[in-house]
């Protein structure tokens, strides 16, 4: 009999202790990671994220600066360190809010240094 090993389905309790282990990586990211395939790519992951999320990228200010929504069952998203209109983002401190209706919220702080734009490097 396998009751008792079987993976169970709606769990409030562990999801809502799953939202513990959502990261960004790399935190601190310095000017590159290992996701980005050249020069030009700027890229950070959100891990370890339920199925269903919405999550906010703010500024220590407070001025919203990116919204991602996930609606798949991948377990990451990727964020390629630009703003709402696509525009790059500075470096320094953000705020990073995720909400997974139905089971909680997490607020995540991420530092980024990012790499001045060089036309002449290609």
Known sequence: NTNNVATKKDQDSVAQSALDIIRVVPNPYFS???YEGSQIDNIVKLTNLPENCTINIYTVE???VKTLKKD????????????NYGVPIASGVYIIHINAPGIGEKVIKWFGTLRPFDPTGF
């Open 72 to 83: 798949n069952t991948s377990t990451w998203l990727e964020w390629k360190l630009t703003n």
């Open 62 to 64: 407070g001025s919203l």
């Open 32 to 34: 590159m990671s290992a």
